[in-house]
């Protein structure tokens, strides 16, 4: 063999065991049957060698010199993107740099939930990781000019938010988040108004928004919304009170302690629809896209009344006289047993609605 090709195949071997080396640096550190992760955050305009760095001190890669290289030569080095990552550390350096080039970072899931007022709603935005919180509460008016477009309203953002369950990022902030919420509201509320019924007794969108906050607080069978829209469409028509509890409760705020007195059904306040006549000025909760439908689709009959059957459901009246019977059925399974055999009755709570609808 010359002394030339000897050479060459030193050179050979050396390129080989460079590349053997190279490519094992780019291997995960260990393999770790568990898939557990690790988080790592990029900061805005952090240096590539840092991020490097701090993989190998996270044991994510075996050698950051190597995985600079790495992005050298895919031409990556400027392209990565900042944020959270959660990283498996059975990944290889190129998965890695990958996942950070395409910015696929850590994800986080809030949900609003049907029939939540929107102080409810807040304390789950404040309750968040990762979510930044710029706003105040629901009163903070940011919030408020952030809804008023929508209806020419400013008096309150309640109900002005679609329930469903939204994923963020580190870093975003709460008006952001309800923004889209709220995008998310007028979009779903645009489509069921231009399936609504003929002789609605409501005027606009806004108003089937109110209703529906009343329905969804009313029932959680989504089976009898229709027919308990029924019931206060008929009453809308009929000029008659609508005589709802979750209303008035909401008119209380922090003075309700879970039970309703004659004195507060008797009280004054905007939402109290034992003393009002028609709609309160503003939703009191949250709707579910079935509430919407059910407020602007009533089921046709002729109930005025409903009174709770005991089992989750309701019992519907079309007469004052059989409501009235309904509701000493439903007060009797209020009695337990042993009362009922010592003949000792029990009164219904005053919480309940249906018992005062007259």
């Known amino acids: 063999m010359t002394r030339g090709s000897l050479a060459a195949l030193t050179l050979l071997a050396w390129v080989l065991l460079s590349l053997s080396a190279f490519l094992f640096s780019l291997s995960p550190p260990s393999k770790n049957e568990e898939n557990l992760k690790r988080v790592i955050i990029v900061p805005p305009g952090t240096a590539f060698r840092a991020v490097a760095n701090n993989l190998e001190e996270q044991s994510l890669l075996r050698s950051a010199f190597a995985f600079e290289v790495l992005a050298a030569l895919t031409g990556s080095r400027e392209a990565i993107q900042s944020g959270e990552y959660e990283i498996d550390q059975n990944s290889s350096a190129l998965d890695i740099l990958t996942q950070l080039v395409e910015g696929n970072v850590k994800t986080y899931i809030l949900s609003l939930i049907e029939g939540q007022t929107l102080a409810e709603s807040f304390a789950i935005l404040h309750a968040s990781e990762g979510l930044e919180l710029e706003l105040t509460g629901p009163d903070d008016p940011r919030l408020l000019s952030l809804t008023a477009n929508a209806f020419g309203r400013t008096l309150s953002s309640e109900g002005l938010f679609m329930p469903d369950t939204y994923e963020y990022r580190r ?14 509201l007028l979009d779903q509320l645009s489509a069921v108004w231009e399936s609504k019924a003929a002789r609605l007794p409501l005027k606009n969108p806004y108003e089937a928004l109110i209703l529906a906050s009343i329905i969804e607080r009313e029932s959680g069978l989504q089976a009898e919304r229709a027919r308990i829209a029924g019931v206060f469409a008929n009453r809308l028509h009929r000029g008659m009170r609508l005589q709802s509890d979750p209303t008035t409760i909401y008119g209380l705020g922090a003075s309700y302690d879970g039970a309703l007195t004659k004195a507060q059904l008797r009280g004054s306040t905007a939402f109290n629809t034992y003393t009002i006549n028609g709609l309160p000025p503003t939703p009191i909760a949250l709707s579910s896209l079935s509430a919407l439908k059910a407020a602007v689709r009533p ?7 409903f009174v709770a059957d005991g089992e989750g459901g309701h019992v519907f009246s079309e007469t004052l006289e059989q409501h009235n019977h309904a ?29 005062r609808m007259q």
């Open 299 to 305: 089921e046709d009959h002729n109930y005025l009344y």
């Open 327 to 355: 509701v000493r059925r439903y007060r009797q399974t209020l009695i337990s047993p042993d009362e009922e055999s010592r003949g000792q009755a029990v009164q219904a709570p005053d919480r309940e609605l249906e018992t």
């Open 171 to 184: 870093g975003d902030r709460d008006i952001d988040l309800l923004r889209r919420a709220h995008a998310l």
